[in-house]
Structure formats: C-alpha cells, structure tokens
C-alpha cells in the first residue's frame, strides 16, 4: 500500500502539488487523471525520485521512503515507463532489457546466455512473440514499450507507474497494452496508470484518482463512478457533450487526388474535399496517413498521381511553401519538432508563417505584427502574460493553438490536421473541434488524421480507412460504426 | 521596457537588465577593464584601447558570419582556410600587377563561392556541417598551399595597407557589426534563421525556405572571411599562405562565450561582439602582465567551458 500523506511541490511561481494526500492500494491499478499542468507529472517524478524534494510524506506499507535517485526508486521496487521510451533503439531486447545490471561471468564478460534466458521468460510471460535478438529500433512503439515493460518486470518491481502510455499507440496496440496489464496484475503487481483519456481509464482501472490544478479532487472507484463524474471533477465543471455539433455546409470541390503514391509508403490513394467538410483519416500508425500528408504538403516527393487544386491541375509541391501560398497547410502530429520553436515567443511563432506578408520590403513591420498575431491570440483565449512570452511555457493545448494560429494567419483553404488533440486535456480538445468546425463553416475543408476512433467518427463527414498505405474503405458518418471501422483498420473485412 | 518596469521600481529595472542575454558579459568586461587599469599601467589609454580594436577585428569580422551560422544550428570550420584562399588565390592578381579595383572584389567573390561551396554540400548531403566543413577547410588550404606552394606575396603595393591603418579595421568591424545586428533582428531573413535553428522541420512546415536560408548563411560566412583576409593583409602588409589559421576555433569562442547557443535558435551578433572584445581584452591584459603567453590558451578555454556549461543547463532545463 503506498501512501501519499500531504505532499506538496512548488517551483518558482508555481505550486504543482498542493497538499496531495491518497492512498493506492496493493496489485490495484490506479488511474491517475487530471488535465495538463493538474501535478500529475510532478507526482510521477517524485514517485520515480526525479524529485527528491518536496513537503509532506510518501509511505510504503507503512514505512516512510524518500528517493533520492531514479536508481534508489527503482531499488525500492518503483519502475516507471516515461511517455518517451527510454529504450536505446541500436541495441538488442536482450541488451535492453538488461541495460545498466548486465549479468555478468568472470573477468566482466557478458553472460549472453542468461541474458536471453531470462529475457525469453520475461516476454514469454508477457504472451509476446518477440525475439531477444531483434534491434529494438525496428520495433513498433508499441513493441518498445513492451520492452521497457520487461525491464521493469527483470527489477522484480512491486509498482509500475505508466505516464500515458497509450499516447502514441494506435487503438488495437491499446488493447494489446491492456493484456498485458491485466497479466501483470494477476502478478499482484501495482499499476499507478496516468493518462487523460477517461475511456480508457475505465476500462483498465479499479480506482481513480482525480488532480485539478495540483490539488487532489477525488479519489474513486470505478464502479461507484461515471464518466460525467470524472469529467465534471477534472475540468470542475460538467460536460455532457464531447464533440461541438457540426454547422457547416458542403460546398464546391477543393481538392480532388487520384492514385497518388509514393513507393514504401501509400499507394493509390484517391479522394476529394469539398469547402466546409471535415473528412476523417483513420487507421493504425503506420498505416502511411502522415506519410500521404507530408507528400501532399511538398515535404516529401511523390512517385505518382494527380492533385487537383481548386479545379486546376496542379503538379506536385516541391516544397512546403509552395503548398503554403496555394492555400494549403499542415498540422504536423509531432508539435514540438515540427510545429514549434520552443525557445522563440508566441508572437515569433505565429507570425513565421507570414512574415512574408509583414514584410514587403524586407524588413518585418513590428506593428502590423503584433496587431495580427493579438488579434488571434484572444480569438483562441491562449492563456499567456504576453505575446512575447516563450512558447516552452506554455501547455500543450495553448501549444497547439499558437501552432493552429500560425496556420490560420496563412489563410488557406485546405488544411491537413495530423493528431492535432494529442497529448491535451479535455477542455483544450473541445476548444480545437470547435476551430475546426468554424473553419468549415467558413467554407475551409479540413483532412483529419488522428489515431483516437471515437473524435474521427464524431466530426468526419465522411471517413477514410487507411490500411498499409491503400484507402481500404470510405464510409459516411451515419455507416461509421466504432467496431465495423476497427475491424477494417485492423484487416478484417469490410462488412 | 514597458510600463511595468517604473510601476515595481528600481530594483525591477535592474532585474529586468540581468535578464537580457548580453548583461552578464558586459559587466564582466566593465570588471575586467577596471581592474587591469587599476594593476597595470597604460592600460586605461588611447593607444592600448587602439591595439586592442586591431587585434580583435579580423576575427570578430569572421565569427559574426558564425554566429549567422550557428544560429541555424550549423558550423564553419572552413573561415580561416576561406580566409587564406581568397587572400593567396586573390593576390594572385597583386602578383599579375591587376589594380586594386580588381583585385579586391575578386577576393570576396571568392570568398562568397567557397561559401557557396559549403552551403551547397551541407544543405544536400545528410551529413553535419561541422563533418562537411572539416573537409573543406583541409580542401581550400589544400589548394592555397599546392597553388602558392607555401611561398608568401610581399611586397604589396601599399594601397592594399590603407585599410589596415589606425582604427580603419574597426571601423569595418563596427559597420559590419551594425549592419547584420540589424538584419538579424528586425528583417524576415534574421527570423528565418532563428527559427530555422530553434527546429528546422518546423520552419520547413512554416513555409519557410530552410535550404535558401542556409545557403545564404554560409555564403556571408564565405564572405565576411575573405572580408577579413583584405583587413588582415592590410594590417600585416604581406599575404601569407599561412593566415587565419585557427580562426574556425577563437571564432566559435567568441560566438560561444558572447551567449549564442551551440543547439542554434537563440543567441545575438551584439553578443558575439562583445565575446570577441572579452578576449581582446583578455588577451592585452595578460600580453601588458607578461603572463606566460601558454596562460591564454587556458583562460580561454576555461571561458568556453563555462559558457558551453551555461549554455547546456538551460538547454537541459527543457
């Protein structure tokens, strides 16, 4: 039983924690919910001894334990799977699994041998297929998750805390992921479980603890719950509808691509876009949806086939800002690589995208800037001291919508989403459904990819099954049902 | 800088200067100057503070071409073998008796192709730049020295001095200096490169043309060297094989202890400026206390050291 009595965290300006007291029961798993910047995080980090310093007290069946160390927690039986894997992606499972406490034989020399032994009942404990030989970074993530799992397992670790580990899974590797948990459980292993998709906290929980900024709302169990519940606790308000109702009306043709393709990626993938529609793409990751998007942004080459922009025939964009003046734009899954300069303010941000515009002859005019940019940061309500503040600071859903104002500025018609909720709290994913329906309203069409079913079926007018780099399958909002498309996704048939 | 600094006072207003990336190695100087006026005498005059501008303005010239380049998240190890090309292969002319009206342009023009050179390779081949211009340094010394065949160009006319007379050197230095302070802060091409550094796939998804950025980057890397070549050939009165070696590394010292970040993305000219003159002065302080001249090497690296600790504590604090 860990018991966590009155701890608090603060850092300059901010207080994470504040006052957390609850109690996690032994071989329970215990979802951990809260939206971004609730303290969850900073709970991990003292729980795993990233944090040695804070108020109050953390006890472990009764005995009071302070880690100083990642190595002490881990000592202490505590094993934690980072949302970034931590796996080193050049060397094997085996040597993975067993990296920093290699078994060893006289004169220092590794004992292979019991390397992949022990290696071996590990994953076949697991139920999985995988080969302790095999180069880590030829894995899925999912597969590299597994093995961060087994390292945990090799620590003989009593508690395992994952810190939202469905994020960059697709909806059967989720699944996947929940065998296993349940596994470990019958193990009589305790699972601190953190994440902010209720959906899956009830269905892998047996309490939930609720964080609101850095305080302890609640903690309850899953069968005296609800959904409802849980929402209203963690955004402190109640929210009954998850999804904005679509107001927009299909217009005239956008886009229309035919067989494009681009070798070892997709392969004759053809679909149109109409002005005011949002069109789904749902698949697995690696299903080659980012792949289609990068190469219809001009990031990357096509191989083959037609785009048709706006009724006109163009050829391929050979950069992205080609793209860009033709009205299109891209919202990269990957924010902090491919959307954002954290170290740059908002308004730096927001403005790269048309400082071309800002900038006739040359010089960037300051005024016009910061009058754009202001008029898109309170139209989007980012929370912020000032234009000027660095992006790093902000949260992920402030993040997103900096990038989504950068986009907007371009004022395209077309425009590529690729997971654009990921990684954010309920109330932020609400506001970014509504841009996307007033975009459309405005006549904009939109091409959504994101890996979470239920937003892909619940504002696409008409989705998108991406399997192995093919369009396996279209259906319209009304035919997509959860376990039909699922089924499709995952290579059953179409029914 | 706003409104609110006079609303919290004084102490604010101080605060808010520590904040600003180029205080602490301003002050740092202003300490050091007061304290080698006071322990040596002659050194708070005219005449040192003369020396001590010639000394640092060729390769300030050259490490503000690489603070644009680091900046981008790059490098150039090729400005000193830049430097001696386009000066050895450029005085070729002095040599043939071509007029000056010539013979300079043609050094810089040089100066821009080699940097061309680099942007080229390092913008189509997957391979760092710091790997890239390792191999074209060697390849540009190379040449100098089969061309040359390591034989020195002197005499000169002496109208090739006149640049490197008095305060002439920094004059060039500080207009250099001014210009591409200005460029890197108020124009879209010093947004550009800021944001190509700070993450590059970002910028490209922004639209932003990363290759023709960097290319460009390099380019006034190339340039700024051979500009430095036509001062320190003033300055010495000869052209030798030999010139600008080790500028890649005093440079990126300057640029380094100046504040920029070696990730790239955030970083100042000013700064690079004011690293240049901490060494300077460094430099002339230790030269006026006959210190073993073996102890600069160390104090530098030292410098570079801290500043590199400094540098990658914020950048580890993400």
Not at chain 1, 153 to 167: G, Q
Not at chain 1, 251 to 267: D, I
Not at chain 1, 465 to 478: I, K, P, T
């Amino acid at each position: 039983m860990i018991s966590i009595e009155n701890v608090s965290k603060s850092f300059p300006g901010v207080r994470a924690l504040d006052d957390v007291s609850f109690t996690i029961q032994d071989g329970e798993v215990h979802g951990l919910v809260g939206e971004n910047g609730a303290g969850k995080s900073t709970l991990i980090k003292i729980l795993s001894g990233i944090y040695p310093d804070y108020e109050g007290s953390i006890s472990f069946n009764g005995s009071v334990k302070r880690f100083n160390s990642v190595h002490e927690a881990q000592q202490g039986g505590i094993a934690t799977i980072f949302q970034e894997l931590t796996v080193i992606k050049d060397l094997s499972v085996a040597e993975n699994i067993f990296l920093g406490r290699e078994p060893m034989r006289r004169f220092g020399m590794l004992d292979w041998g019991v390397m992949r032994e022990k290696s071996e009942e590990v994953l076949r404990f697991l139920d999985t297929l995988l080969n302790p030989r095999e180069t880590v970074g030829n894995l899925s993530v999912a597969n590299q998750q597994i093995v961060e799992i087994c390292k945990a397992l090799v620590l003989n670790s009593k508690i395992i805390i994952m810190d939202e580990p469905t994020s960059s899974l697709t909806e059967h590797e989720v699944h996947q992921l929940f065998l296993t948990i349940r596994r470990l459980k019958e193990r009589g292993i305790t699972i601190l479980y953190v994440s902010h998709k209720i959906e899956e906290i009830f269905e892998i929980c047996d309490s939930i603890t609720v964080f609101r900024d850095g305080k302890h709302i609640g903690t309850v169990e899953k069968s005296k719950t609800s959904h409802d519940e849980v929402i209203s606790m963690m955004v402190g308000r109640s929210m009954n509808m998850m999804f904005p109702p679509r107001t927009a009306h299909r217009g005239g043709l956008l886009l229309s691509v035919r067989g494009l393709t681009r070798r070892g990626e997709f392969e004759g993938v053809s679909f149109d876009l109409h002005e005011g529609e949002i069109i789904g793409f749902a698949g697995l990751i690696g299903a080659g949806r980012t792949e289609l998007a990068r190469a219809l942004f001009g990031a990357t080459a096509l191989d083959g086939g037609e785009i048709e922009l706006y009724g006109e025939k163009i050829g391929y964009f050979s950069h992205p800002n080609r793209a860009i003046s033709r009205g299109i734009a891209y919202l990269s899954e990957d924010r902090k690589g491919e959307g954002l300069m954290l170290e740059l303010s908002i308004k730096e941000n927001i403005s790269l995208s048309i400082l071309k515009k800002i900038s006739p002859y040359f010089f960037v005019q300051g005024s016009r800037e910061r009058e754009l940019v202001q008029s898109f940061v309170s139209k989007f309500k980012i929370k912020m001291t000032s234009i000027d503040q660095i992006v790093e600071s902000l949260s992920g859903g402030n993040q997103q919508k900096v990038i989504i104002s950068k986009l907007l500025l371009t004022e395209s018609r077309v425009f590529i989403f690729d997971e654009p909720t990921r990684g954010i709290d309920v109330g932020a994913k609400y506001e970014i459904y509504k841009i996307m329906n007033d975009l459309t309203a405005e006549g904009k069409g939109i091409i959504f990819i994101s890996s979470e079913l239920p937003e892909v079926l619940g504002i696409s007018e008409r989705i998108f099954c991406m399997r192995e780099g093919r369009l396996v399958q279209e259906y319209s909002r009304e035919e997509a049902e959860p376990e039909k498309v699922m089924k499709v996704l995952t290579g059953g048939n179409a029914a | 800088m706003n409104g609110e600094t006079s609303r919290l006072g004084p102490l604010s207003s101080l605060r808010r200067l520590f904040q600003v990336r180029e205080a602490p190695i301003l002050i740092y100087i202003i300490i050091m100057i007061a304290v080698f006026s006071v322990t040596i005498n002659g050194f708070f005059s005219m005449k040192n503070f003369e020396i001590i501008s010639r000394q640092i303005t060729t390769i300030g010239i050259v490490s503000i071409g690489m603070t644009l380049v680091i900046l981008t998240s790059g490098f150039d190890l090729s400005v000193g073998a830049i430097l001696s090309f386009a000066i050895n292969i450029g005085g070729q002319g002095i040599v043939l008796g071509w007029p000056i009206w010539i013979v300079y342009p043609f050094m810089l023009i040089l100066g821009v192709i080699l940097g061309w050179i680099n942007g080229f390779l390092i913008t189509r081949l997957a391979v760092p730049a710091l790997i890239i211009t390792l191999g074209t340094m060697n390849i540009y010394r190379g040449i100098t020295m089969v061309i040359t065949k390591g034989v020195y160009i002197t005499p000169i006319p002496s109208v090739y001095q006149v640049i490197g007379n008095g305060y002439i050197p920094f004059v060039f230095f500080a207009a250099v200096l001014g210009f591409f302070i200005y460029v890197t802060l108020t124009t879209r091409f010093g947004r550009n490169i800021f944001a190509i550094g700070g993450a590059e796939q970002s910028a490209l998804y922004s639209g932003v043309p990363v290759r023709r950025y960097k290319m460009i980057v390099y380019i006034i890397s190339g340039f700024l060297s051979a500009l430095s070549g036509l001062i320190l050939v003033g300055k010495s009165g000869f052209v030798q094989p030999q010139a600008g070696l080790g500028y890649e590394l005093n440079a990126i010292a300057a640029v380094v202890i100046g504040g920029t970040s070696i990730f790239g993305g955030s970083g100042s000219v000013l700064g690079t400026f004011l690293g240049s003159v901490m060494l300077g002065i460094i430099l002339a302080g230790l030269t006026m206390l006959a210190v073993n001249p073996y102890w600069q090497g160390l104090i530098t690296g030292i410098l570079i050291v801290l500043a590199i600790t400094l540098d990658s504590i914020r950048y580890l604090r993400r």
